[in-house]
C-alpha cells in the first residue's frame, strides 16, 4: 500500500514563526505536492515538485516556500507564519507519468495564533 | 476562479437513497475526472476515476456519469449507506494539473 505520511497532526504556532511541514513518501513517486484545504473552497494547489530539487507554484504559493532534497521527502515552510495561514495541509504524491492518481497523506492542522 | 465547480455544497439523504453530486469544468484539456472520498481526519482517498472516452464506470454502488459535450460528470451513490458519510471531491486532471472542487459533504440519516 502507498503510504504518505506527514510529520504533525496538529500544530499550533505565533504569528511570525518559522513553520516547517514535512512529509514523506515511500511509492518512489515523481510528484509531491502540498495543498491547503479550506471549508468552501476546496484544495488548493501550493507548490508541487515532480523532481529533486524541482519544483514549480501552485495557485497560492504567496507565503510559502518548498524544499525537495531527495526523491522521497517534500518540505513545506512558511517564512513568517501569520493568521491567515491557519488552515489544513495536505501533502500528496504521485507517478509523474499516468496515472494521475495523487495518494494523500492524513494531513496537518496548523493553527496560527 | 475555480476551474472545477462542484454542487451542492452538503448533502442529506436518508439510507437506501440515491446521493448525487455534479461537477462542471472549462477546461476541455482535462482528461482525467476522479472522485476522492474524505473522512474527518483522513486524507482524501480515491474513490473512483473516468477517462473522458467513456460515459459511465460502475463499481459497486459508485457511478460515475460523464457527458463530455456539456463538461459535466456526476457521481452517484446507489443504496446510500450511514457509512458513506463523509466529504466528496470531484477533480479534473491534465498530465499532472489536477484542479479540484469545492467539496460536498454527504450525512446519510440511519
Known amino acids: 500500500d502507498v503510504k504518505v505520511t506527514q510529520s504533525s497532526r496538529y500544530l499550533v504556532k505565533r504569528t511570525g514563526e518559522k513553520v516547517f511541514l514535512e512529509c514523506v513518501q515511500d511509492m518512489d513517486h515523481e510528484n509531491m505536492f502540498w495543498y491547503r484545504q479550506d471549508p468552501g473552497l476546496g484544495l488548493r494547489l501550493i507548490y508541487f515538485s515532480y523532481d529533486v530539487k524541482m519544483k514549480e507554484k501552485g495557485d497560492i504559493p504567496e507565503g510559502y516556500s518548498v524544499s525537495r532534497e531527495k526523491k522521497e521527502r517534500f518540505s513545506l515552510i512558511l517564512e513568517s507564519a501569520s493568521t491567515n495561514q491557519t488552515s489544513m495541509y495536505l501533502c500528496a504524491s504521485s507517478y509523474r507519468v499516468g496515472p494521475y492518481e495523487q495518494y494523500f497523506g492524513p494531513g496537518t492542522r496548523l493553527t496560527v495564533t | 476562479q475555480q476551474q472545477v465547480k462542484q454542487s451542492p455544497q452538503s448533502l442529506i439523504v436518508q439510507k437506501g437513497g440515491i446521493s448525487i453530486i455534479n461537477c462542471a469544468y472549462e477546461n476541455t484539456a482535462f482528461d482525467y475526472f476522479p472522485w476522492y472520498q474524505q473522512f474527518p481526519g483522513k486524507g482524501p482517498a480515491l474513490l473512483i476515476a473516468i477517462r473522458p472516452d467513456v460515459s459511465e464506470k460502475k463499481e459497486g454502488r459508485f457511478t460515475i456519469s460523464f457527458n463530455k459535450s456539456a463538461k459535466q460528470f456526476s457521481l452517484h451513490i446507489m443504496d446510500s449507506q450511514p457509512g458513506d458519510s463523509a466529504t466528496y471531491f470531484c477533480?479534473?486532471?491534465?498530465?499532472?494539473?489536477?484542479?479540484f472542487g469545492a467539496g460536498t459533504r454527504l450525512t446519510v440519516k440511519p
Open positions: 477533480a479534473a486532471s491534465n498530465n499532472n494539473d489536477m484542479r
